[in-house]
């Protein structure tokens, strides 16, 4: 057998073939130790950056040093300003020095680039080579002019030729208010060949969300595989980080002259992107033109999944105008099986989804999600009725910061979806979601295959709140508090549950006052727990608890939500005998969230003793407050 040190006379070489093989986890690992290791091992440090403000000057210069060996870069606007001055303090200041890095970093730049040399570039093509773009920057001032003038898409310019290797770009949120800003970009990311994985978000004033939207697909390398843009408008008092020189309102014309070749729109795209199978697309407050929409799927035929945004719909209450656009969807993109609908407008109702998900082939479709869904029990638009031709394939229901769903909904979806192993419900800052646990609890559920479960539900009892009698073994007690049995036996049913998140806050019903007026006071899961929600029964104490219901979740990784260490009486507190249980019969756990009641200004409050023997019995297990 051949030593390795014999076939890889290179170190560096040897390295990269390790690093190759390390999963996400042990990268990270590798990345925070690398430095002490060998000298060899420093550049993979930089393989993965996140820019933020916590980088010194310092770092950044070393970045700047190391920039051809990252593969992953995500900045702001900010963030991309600071790391071109410290490119320009560097480099920029020797323009010989820069072009001499440029080509150095082009020997390692990856076979699969989409041009390597500025023989293969034709007038008819929308892509332009990194060498290219390369040896213009070293000689071209009018792009370091507005490199100096804050121009976020020359700045860009500098920093991607210093990265040649780029396979995951995460830009964002970035000011747009200019077709040239738009047109710079889209020829900068057409120019990094090795992209796979793009992702931008932008804050738009005049730029309509079409041309933005046009702009970037018609740019994208052939290589991307996942695509996500996102577009908001500024928020009130919004301020840009980066400031505009004084000077650019009479510089700018005479450099857009200059730069014209490279500042115009990029050309049609020719050819689809084969390899694209995740189309992400938010657009906040905004409809888009349905004909700009449809005549953009021709490039993604192998889109697996997407965001389904709100159509522009000249009669908001007819729906054949959604429908007929849906229509069109479903043809164009054959492979589809994931739906998305994130954005926040009009569409709270989710129809577009929902007229995409009929027109799909039954039981196709795998996962569904929806944002800011207001489910109407009495209306066609019920979410649990309009999937149900996806019943016997989705896997995936997310229903996030939703506005309104009942619990027959709720109910129903864990009834008739054998297949789901992911279910998430969670409510919106704003408002409550009115799922109660008792109408959760009629029937068995069937969703047996269930790897993850998150779920918003409130408890209701009377108006003197939860009297400890009804908490101990009595009658009136098995009366009262048989629906929360019920509800930890179908929780503890789901043997193959992994992650856990019940956030359970109790509804105390409030006395009539003298305008005869009553109704429900909220108490919050993050302020205090129903008592017996994450204790033990306890027969010699006589105190009522829920957990040993639980011991079948033997896969259980993750717990959130409702466990709190403020009791909501006295005697239900979390203590050293629930933490030996949870050692014992929850072996894979690795972490569980617990809230804590605030103590004046504190920063950090003291763990309790049973959570802090929980958090040191294993080595795969954390208690975070």
Known sequence: MQLASEQFRNTVELVAIVVSLLDRQDMLSFRLTCRTVHSVCQQFYF???????????????????YAVTVRSFKADEKSISRYYWTIDDVLLSDPAALLTLLVNNFAVNPSNTVLTNTTEATTSSP?????????????NNALHTLGRMHHTSAQLLHIVCLSPCLTVLNLGPIFLDKCTQLNLLARVISSIGSLKSLALSFLR???????????IVHSCPPLVDSLSLEMRFPRHGWVNPTPNNSNAKVVEP??????????????????????LTDWGLIIESTLIDSAVYISLLKYFPEVVSMDVPAILNPNPQEDNEIAAVAQRIVPRCP?????????????????????????MPHNTLESF??????????????LDSRLMYQSRSLKRILLDEIVKVSSSTIRNILLQYPELEVFRVTESPHRRVQVSVA???????????????????????????????????????????KFVERFYERIGALRALRILDLRVSSDLAELPNSYGRGGFIRTEYRKRTFPGLMLLDDQAAGRRGWLQLLKGLNNLEEVHGSFNLNAMLPGFEFGQREAD????????????????????NEAVVPLPPAVQSLKHSSTGQNAEE
């Open 47 to 65: 393989r993965e950056v996140r820019l933020d403000d916590h980088w010194t000057n310092n770092s950044l210069q070393e970045l700047v040093k």
């Open 335 to 359: 492979k589809l099986k994931n739906l998305r609908k994130r954005h926040v407008v009009e569409d709270v109702r989710c129809q577009m989804p929902f007229m995409v998900a009929d027109r």
């Open 581 to 600: 249980w949870m050692v014992q019969h929850w072996p894979s756990l690795r972490f569980i969230e617990f809230y804590t009641r605030e103590r004046g």
């Open 254 to 275: 005479e450099l857009v002259e200059a730069l014209s070749t490279f500042l115009e729109p990029p050309i049609e795209r020719k050819e689809p992107l084969r390899r």
């Open 369 to 382: 999600q929806c944002t800011h869904l207001q489910d109407d029990k009495q209306h066609y638009y019920c």
């Open 439 to 481: 109408g959760l609890i009629i029937d068995p559920w069937v969703c047996i295959k269930l790897k993850e479960l998150q779920l918003a539900a409130s408890l209701e009892y009377g108006p003197t709140g939860p009297d400890p009698a009804l908490l101990l073994y009595s009658k009136r007690m098995a009366a009262r508090t």
């Open 205 to 215: 004033k005049t730029l309509s969300a079409e041309s933005i939207l046009q702009a």
């Open 127 to 139: 892509w332009i080579s990194q060498l290219q773009l390369a040896t213009v920057l070293s000689h």
